[in-house]
C-alpha cells in the first residue's frame, strides 16, 4: 500500500478545478444528449466552486457562464493545454540571455506563446529576436514543462524550453514587453529571477556544452496528488535519438 496522501494544497484544487473545467468543456463540445450536457453544466458548477474557494472575489455563476461561452462544437471543442516556448540563449562568454517581464517585473529566459503557423523551434528564434533584438540558433530542446504542476501559472500551460546560440544582433529590449535585457553570468544573475531555483543550473550546464539531458514532469502516482520535490526528471542523454532538436 501506498503512503498516506499530505494535505491538500492551494496548488492541488488549482489543478484540480482547472481539469474539472476542462473534462466538463471538452464534453460540452462533443455530446448530442441533453442529459450528458445537465451533467457537465454541474461538472462546471463544481469547478467554479472549488475556484471560488481559492481565488477570491470569484462569482461562481459568473465562472460557469465564461467557461460555457468557451465550449466549442467536435474538434474544436476539445480544450488541451496552451503552449509556450522558451529560450536559454548563451553567448560565447557563457552569460545567459534574460529579459525583465513589462508584466510581472521579474526575470526570465525569453518566452512567449506558440505561433500558427510557426515550429516550436522557429518560434524560438522568432521570439527573441522581437524580445531582445539578439539573433541565435537553435541546438536543442532541453526541457518540457506543466506549468500547473511547477506552480508558474494558474492555467493549463505546457512549456517548451531550448537551448539556443547567440549569433549576431544587438540588445534592443522590446518597448512594450521588456523593461530591461542583457547577458548575465551564473554568479551574477539580477534579482528577481522567476524561477531560477528550478532552471538555472541545468540552462548555465548547456550553455557551458554539457550534454545536458531533457528535463520534464514524470508521472506521479497516483496522478491527481505530488510535491514539488517529485517534480524534476531528466531523461539520461543517450536515451535520446541523434536527430532530437
Known amino acids: 500500500m501506498g503512503s498516506a496522501p499530505g494535505p491538500v494544497t492551494q496548488a492541488d484544487l488549482i489543478r484540480w478545478y ?11 463540445g462533443f455530446t448530442q444528449s441533453l442529459y450528458e450536457r445537465e451533467r457537465f453544466e454541474e461538472v462546471l458548477a463544481v469547478a467554479a466552486d472549488i475556484r471560488a474557494h481559492v481565488e477570491a472575489g470569484v462569482d461562481t455563476d ?51 506563446w506558440a505561433d500558427v503557423g510557426y515550429s516550436p523551434a522557429e518560434v524560438v528564434v522568432k521570439e527573441v529576436h522581437e524580445e531582445t533584438g539578439i539573433e541565435c540558433e537553435v541546438v536543442r530542446p532541453i526541457a518540457v514543462l506543466d506549468g500547473l504542476r511547477r506552480r508558474f501559472t494558474r492555467i493549463p500551460l505546457y512549456s517548451i524550453v531550448f537551448h539556443c546560440r547567440r549569433t549576431g544582433g544587438t540588445l534592443r529590449p522590446h518597448p512594450l514587453e521588456c523593461l530591461d535585457a542583457g547577458f548575465f553570468p ?37 496522478p491527481w496528488r505530488g510535491e514539488t520535490h517529485d517534480l524534476i526528471h531528466e531523461r539520461e542523454p543517450d536515451e535520446r535519438h541523434d536527430g532530437d532538436t
Open 62 to 112: 459568473t465562472q460557469v457562464v465564461e467557461w460555457l461561452a468557451e465550449v466549442g462544437d467536435g474538434v474544436a471543442g476539445y480544450v488541451t493545454p496552451k503552449v509556450t516556448v522558451g529560450a536559454v540563449v548563451g553567448n560565447d562568454a557563457g552569460e545567459l540571455l534574460l529579459v525583465k517581464r513589462a508584466d510581472a517585473g521579474v526575470w526570465l529566459f525569453p518566452t512567449g
Open 18 to 28: 482547472q481539469t474539472l473545467a476542462g473534462i466538463a468543456r471538452t464534453g460540452l
Open 186 to 222: 551564473e554568479d551574477g544573475l539580477p534579482e528577481p529571477v522567476a524561477g531560477a531555483d528550478q532552471w538555472a543550473d541545468h540552462a548555465f550546464r548547456a550553455i557551458r556544452g554539457e550534454d545536458v539531458p531533457v528535463m520534464f514532469d514524470p508521472p506521479r502516482q497516483p
